[in-house]
């Protein structure tokens, strides 16, 4: 089957570190996208791992385990901004659908 | 700048009222789609289009059409809108890389 499983909600405060874990199964498997999204706005992308290990882009990073069907995104110095549903995508390998595989999505709560 | 846009941003209609919202994009992306997204459900796809005149149903497709006739944009058409297409919905596109760049959202409300 096809399935990706990550928390529904998680709270943090300013200036401290997060991390939101995604486990997938999903068949041919060939990648995992993080997007932010803020409440009634468009997703935009954080990042993409095709193969293991750690991405890191600024305050933000992503992990990738293939093998264990595991990321995380782990986000440094939280500012209040980073407030928002944090989704990850599975990218399904070959066919004509660019086809994501969507969690229902993190919302992160950061206090001051 | 890269973009897709949307219209319109919200709408309230009436149940049979046939509508369209438009998507176009500006990066010659080859690929688009269209989703909506419910509370408790995520992001479902309603259909897709890989190149001009070439379009495909998604995971919900019931009750919505789309065209691409040109390479820019990719109207979705609600023939006889019910309640239950009431939702946020989204085009994107992408290109090779498979990154998808979302539109601002279109807020349907059909009564």
């Known amino acids: 089957g096809q399935n990706i499983d990550q928390p529904t909600e998680m709270t943090a405060t300013e200036g401290a570190i997060v991390q939101i874990n995604c486990t997938y199964q999903?068949?041919?498997?060939?990648?995992l996208f993080w997007y932010q999204q803020h409440a009634g706005e468009a997703p935009t992308f954080l990042s993409y791992?095709?193969l293991d290990g750690l991405e890191e882009k600024g305050r933000f990073s992503s992990f990738l385990s293939r093998s264990k069907g595991y990321s995380y995104l782990l986000l440094k110095e939280l500012q209040m901004k980073d407030s928002a549903s944090y989704l990850c995508a599975a990218k399904k390998k070959a066919g004509n659908n660019r086809k994501l595989i969507w969690g229902l999505g993190t919302s992160l709560a950061v206090n001051p | 700048e890269a973009q897709v846009t949307q219209n319109p941003r919200y709408l309230i209609t009436v149940t049979g009222k046939k509508l369209t919202v438009t998507c176009s994009q500006n990066m010659n992306h080859e690929y688009m789609s269209w989703y909506r997204q419910d509370p408790g459900l995520g992001l479902r796809q309603i259909y897709y289009s890989m190149n001009v005149e070439v379009t495909d149903k998604g995971d919900v497709p019931e009750g919505y059409k789309v065209s691409r006739k040109e390479k820019r944009n990719f109207p979705l058409i609600l023939e006889s809108p019910s309640p239950n297409q009431t939702s946020l919905y989204f085009c994107?596109?992408?290109?090779?890389?498979?990154?998808?760049?979302f539109g601002p959202g279109t807020r349907l409300t059909v009564t």
């Open positions: 994107a596109s992408s290109s090779l890389s498979y990154e998808q760049y």
């Open positions: 999903t068949s041919g498997f060939n990648g």
């Open positions: 791992n095709v």
